[in-house]
């Protein structure tokens, strides 16, 4: 009886973890941990004023205060987004944040890559959240909702595909 309330708690404490809205996409560790993973397409924008958008948003804290930037390889001194245009890949920019949750106060690692889209007045932006606790089974829908409350904060409307996680069923 006592294991059975020790898991009650758990699954209580982890429900509780994400607040409406957005937290419908409940992810239960398609990654080896909770994960989610969203392509939005913006069409008659371009990479720069998208990483721009994304790079200010998150430097800001974010839409709810509590995102924060980090470094990347390439430049270990500078936080931010990356730009990466001078290689001519088809990844534009690349940046990173961490997330910290209003409720128990847990932390995702965001990875974001800005990328040219099916056509030249396309861009594509890939959001990936995982839960940064070894074995989250479960994140409420914590991920799903990194990735979208950024999105909505640049304030240009695109398109959402799920590519992974974030509670989809893949065969």
Not at 66 to 76: D, K, M, N, Q, S
Not at 128 to 137: N, Q
Not at 143 to 163: D, H, L, S, W
Request: contains cysteine; aromatic residues 8%.
């Amino acid at each position: 009886m006592k294991n059975l309330c020790v898991w009650i708690a758990v699954f209580a404490a982890v429900a509780a973890a994400c607040q409406p809205p957005d937290c419908e996409n409940v992810d239960d560790g398609s990654c080896g941990n909770a994960c989610c993973v969203v392509d939005w397409t913006f069409n008659d924008m371009d990479a720069v004023t998208i990483a721009d958008k994304l790079n200010t948003t998150l430097s800001n804290g974010g839409p709810d205060g509590r995102y924060t930037l980090a470094t990347t390889a390439e430049a270990p001194t500078q936080v931010g987004f990356l730009n990466l245009m001078p290689y001519n890949l088809t990844t534009k920019f690349i940046g990173q944040a961490h997330h910290e949750t209003k409720v128990h106060h847990y932390r995702d690692v965001n990875d974001w890559t800005v990328r040219a889209g099916q056509t030249d007045k396309s861009v594509i932006v890939r959001g990936f959240s995982t839960s940064l606790i070894g074995g989250a089974l479960g994140d409420a829908g914590q991920n799903y909702k990194n990735i979208k409350q950024v999105i909505e904060a640049i304030g240009i409307a695109g398109t959402e595909k799920i590519v992974f996680g974030c509670g989809k069923v893949f065969n």
